[in-house]
């Protein structure tokens, strides 16, 4: 069962809804209400919990979403370490791999966050001249640029 069944709410469900969910998730299979049941249910009811808390610490993250909404459309149902690691590397290139790429981007993050898009647009193409095939930094530019000056 995928995290979004587990937790009963649908694929693009805001964070707000996810989180409670878990709570309602949670307490139906709380390990403790089950504490004088036969010992096989409250091993079961354990990994219940587990798996909840689980999809909840992916879906809650927007990257590990993303990436663990890769991974369900390929036929997984879980989030991997593997994943993960993709997730993070992915993230560290998309802001620079270099030092001078990172802080051209940087400083084009905050002309952006001031509004001044020119000065974004010029410390995204200095970015550039040290990270050529950055993806990231071109597919930015390129939003950057379609934007009102």
Partial sequence: MDYYRL???ENGAPSNQIRSAYHSARRQFHPDSFINAEPALRIAVDEIAKRITEAYMVLRNQSRRRAYDEALNSGAKRFTAAAEDAVRQSEYAARG??????????LAEDEEREENVPAAITHLK???TFEPK???FKEHLET???KPK
């Avoid at 791999?97 to 940087?106: D, E, P, Q, S």
């Fill in 7 to 9: 937790l009963r709410v």
């Fill in 97 to 106: 791999l270099t030092a001078n790429g990172r802080r051209f981007y940087a």
């Fill in 126 to 128: 200095t970015a550039l």
């Fill in 134 to 136: 950055n993806a990231a």
């Fill in 144 to 146: 950057l640029q379609k």
